[in-house]
């Protein structure tokens, strides 16, 4: 069967949020190949751009039809008749054809579009699950799921200040029994919530519970208290993760945390006595996207201690996952496909992370859609470790599902990643 690419297909749909979102198939002959785009919410200024038709009267401006016009009028022509198995060469070209360092021109959301349903079309003509296809160094491995509990910030309507209070499974020995531990912890937290008068079953962007609390620390020890209900012993069985996605409550040079206003300095100690106090082993944007100094500040008292990861720091972009190494700030990279635009440069950034001894957390946005494409590149790239949200909405779920069966392909004893710090 060849894998030749024959037609281009892009349509307007949408994503979780009700946003119009871009999907793309890739056709070789009979064979197809689709995704669709994600969407984030609370972006970094540094990501690459995705492209809004602005137009007030469709989808408050929402619309992505200049991005799949984009896709069918200028990229579909010069990639028609190209093997989808290049995908270096698909995704130079493309790079090439838009020419900007953002991808402004044609859309980083029309270019990953295509990037990523070629991948699956060259997996399909190969009729290979997409995780062989895109093991390109024999490193596969499931990944340890880090998942959302409880959510704030922009994703829930800013009842707390911090975006993402997260379980990491770390006593489970495969990748189904840390699904089975989150799901008994997020049963055992909607009955404390519950108990405690609070709101236990409505859930933000990513399927958390997004309960009106008093502080942040509250929504630790609410998860404490889970803990307790199932009996996982915190820092053996289970810990928490972080996402204080503090750019988004960075003002004039202070980070507002409820009616305090900190230095990076008074963060930085602040997240200290946390880790001293709660079983946190990971943080996520502890400090803001541009704040280096604060970063290093940050760096300098937890970066031994536990994982450090930049998200809208790095924004899954060479140049400043470069800047961040040289610096010596953060010790893990978020990883979001759209935030760079292609799945080549996705995998580059990956191996500019292991080069540097960074982690990598495969992540996928707020805005998510029954694609299911980055729970195959976690297992493909081997850096143990996906953040996909919560075990509640279809748009999570299909990822969580499809680890599932990619751990029945890989059999019994499927190489697991266990988490330490
Ligand atoms: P976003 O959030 O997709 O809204 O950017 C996810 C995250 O901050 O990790
Ligand atoms: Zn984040």
């Avoid at 295509?114 to 699950?129: E, Q, W």
């Avoid at 509250?218 to 069985?237: N, S, T, W």
């Avoid at 970066?303 to 961040?324: C, H, S, Y």
Wanted: proline letters at 4%; aromatic letters at 4%.
């Amino acid at each position: 069967m060849s894998d030749r690419i024959t037609a281009i297909r892009a349509r307007q749909v949408l994503d979780s949020r009700g946003h119009p979102t871009v999907e793309v198939d890739v056709h070789c002959g009979e064979t197809m190949g689709r995704a669709i785009v994600p969407s984030g919410a609370s972006t970094g200024k540094h990501e690459s751009l995705e492209l809004r038709d602005g137009n007030p009267d469709e989808y408050a401006g929402r619309g992505v039809r200049k991005a799949v016009a984009n896709v069918l009028e200028t990229i579909a022509p010069v990639i028609i008749g190209v093997s989808a198995d290049d995908q270096e060469g698909i995704d130079r070209t493309m790079c090439e054809l838009d020419g900007t360092p953002d991808k402004s021109r044609l859309g980083a959301n029309a270019i990953l579009g295509v990037s990523l349903a070629c991948a699956h079309a060259a997996a399909a003509v190969k009729r290979i699950p997409l995780w062989r296809h895109l093991d390109r160094t024999g490193q596969a491995r499931m990944p340890m799921p880090m998942v959302n509990l409880i959510s704030g910030g922009l994703h829930a309507g800013r009842h707390l200040d911090m975006q993402d209070f997260l379980l990491l499974p770390i006593g489970a020995n495969s990748y189904s029994e840390a699904l089975h531990m989150t799901v008994r912890v997020y049963r055992a937290l909607n009955e404390v919530l519950i108990g405690h008068g609070y709101e236990g079953v409505l859930v933000g962007d990513e399927g958390g519970f997004g309960p009106r609390l008093q502080s942040n620390e509250q929504a630790i020890e609410m998860i404490l208290q889970a803990f307790h209900r199932v009996k996982l012993k915190p820092g053996i069985d289970v810990g928490i993760a972080l996402d204080v996605a503090s750019t988004h409550f960075f003002e004039g040079g202070l980070y507002r945390l409820g009616d305090q206003l900190h230095s990076s300095r008074s963060l930085a100690a602040l997240l200290t006595d946390w880790v001293e106090r709660y079983p946190i082993l990971s943080i996520e944007d502890g400090m803001a996207e541009d704040d280096w100094n604060g970063w290093s500040m940050l760096t300098e008292a937890l970066g031994k201690r536990i994982q450090l990861i930049g998200d809208d720091l790095f924004v899954t972009n060479p140049l400043r996952l470069a800047e961040g190494v040289q610096r010596g700030v953060a010790n893990g990279v978020l990883v979001k496909v759209n935030q760079i635009g292609t799945l080549s440069e996705t995998f580059a950034v990956i191996a500019q992370a292991r080069q540097a001894g960074y982690r990598c957390v495969i992540s996928a946005r707020s805005g998510e859609t029954e694609d299911s494409t980055i729970a195959d590149l976690a297992v493909a790239v081997g850096m143990g470790q996906i953040k996909i949200g919560s075990i509640a909405r279809s748009e999570r779920l299909v990822k969580y599902n499809q680890l599932l069966r990619i751990e029945e392909q890989m059999g019994p004893g499927a190489p697991y990643a266990k988490f330490s710090v």
